[in-house]
């Protein structure tokens, strides 16, 4: 009967994960619509796209504090939904004030929404005794391809951002609300309702000061992820003079890697560890940064970007899981702080690129990326040689295991 909860458990979560990389990718993926729609000026812009993550940041932190009251699983099940109306918000207002209010529900939404749903992973991945968390982000890929297709469609075809958004919104609400009634923390291997909220993080503190290696890391990989989101295309074509057409390809040929990568990546950190898995990741990355940098045409680009999601993909999961493993007792805590600097590699990401293309050359900005990427070597021993290894003997008490 616990198998089978814990299956169903798992799989409500994936699709949380899936429904977060279409709602996410969606609303990127359209932001010159979203500009020409609010008439947003160019000088307005960027202060609209920092304020979603500085604030989706701050809604990480008030998750930390909400988990303490009620399981993170409560906060999932009306954080996603919220997400998704404040999307469709973003669709049907005319006025900046109403851009700004939808985008900031958004932001503040999508805080709660990552952290509660990486907490479940590593909740659920403790309990299975082996590594799962690749497969959650895995959907999440999942869904940012297909959300990254649907609004190529709606751009296609000039439909407007209601139209795009409708849909996706009217099935997607229901169906994870829906689905939401079978999450399971395998921490505590209950379903809603039963056992206190808090039991498994009461009296634990984090230290940061242990912490802070993977909140590093964290930033690292998504200095390295915002990189090919906003810089790939025009490296492309005003770099490596490739047509407008093909400078769209890397960043799709990215999302599939990534989601190759994370598809297989568990059975790599159960046969070889962590460790391993981490450390080359961050090999893989940092050549491929190396291969975008001194690329002669377009298509040595398009290897580099190809390598380049092949081994980021990996990072970002096995840092959660790390954060789980390092504070058993405290895993929703870490997780929530850990999460903050997701937002703060996005943030740092395409600024820092942009401002040393600028001031420097593209080329010269794709080594900064590399060199924070490879820096992940030197923090490798913080996601544990033995904890991250599950299955074929190598599994530890389910007590302290929570990778």
Not at 227 to 242: E, M, P, R
């Amino acid at each position: 009967m616990k198998d089978a909860r814990l299956r169903h458990g798992r799989a409500s979560l994936a699709l949380s994960f899936f429904v977060q990389g279409v709602t996410f990718a969606l609303l990127v993926t359209r932001i010159p619509a979203i500009q020409d729609r609010y008439g947003i000026s160019d000088g307005l812009l960027p202060v609209f796209l920092a304020a979603v993550p500085i604030l989706a940041g701050v809604g990480s932190v008030v998750t930390e504090k909400v988990v303490a009251r009620v399981r993170p699983r409560v906060v999932l099940r009306w954080a996603q939904p919220v997400v998704l109306l404040a999307l469709l918000g973003v669709g049907v207002g005319s006025e900046l004030w109403q851009a700004a209010v939808a985008l900031g529900v958004f932001g503040l939404s999508v805080g709660a929404l990552d952290a509660s749903m990486n907490m479940m992973g590593v909740s659920l991945q403790r309990a299975y005794g082996r590594s799962i968390m690749l497969g959650f982000h895995a959907a999440y890929s999942l869904g940012g391809i297909a959300g990254a297709s649907m609004a190529w469609a709606g751009a296609h075809w000039d439909l407007t951002l209601l139209v795009s958004y409708l849909p996706a919104v009217v099935v997607l609400l229901p169906a994870a609300f829906i689905a939401s009634r079978w999450y399971v923390e395998g921490a505590e291997g209950k379903a809603e309702g039963d056992g206190p909220p808090g039991e498994v993080s009461s009296g634990v503190s984090v230290s940061f000061k242990l912490l802070m290696p993977l909140c590093l890391v964290m930033s690292f990989a998504y200095i390295g992820d915002s990189t090919v989101s906003n810089w790939s295309a025009k490296y492309l074509q005003d770099v490596l003079g490739s047509s407008e057409q093909l400078s769209t390809v890397p960043y799709n040929v990215y999302m599939v890697t990534t989601l190759l990568g994370r598809a297989v990546g568990d059975f790599g950190v159960r046969r070889f560890g962590a460790v391993a898995v981490v450390r080359f990741g961050s090999v893989l990355a940092a050549a491929g940064f190396g291969v975008v940098a001194v690329a002669s045409g377009a298509w040595i680009g398009m290897l580099g970007f190809t390598m380049l999601g092949l081994g980021l993909c990996v990072i970002v999961p096995q840092t959660f899981a790390a954060a789980g493993r390092m504070f058993p007792g405290a895993s929703d805590t870490a997780i929530a702080r850990l999460n903050v600097f997701n937002y703060v590699g996005f943030l740092v990401g395409s600024p820092l690129v942009g401002a040393l293309g600028d001031a420097w050359s593209y080329r010269g900005a794709m080594l900064v990326p590399m060199v924070l990427v490879l820096a992940t070597l030197v923090y490798a021993k913080s996601f544990g040689p033995e904890p991250a290894r599950y299955g074929g003997g190598h599994e530890r008490p389910r007590t302290v295991d929570v990778g």
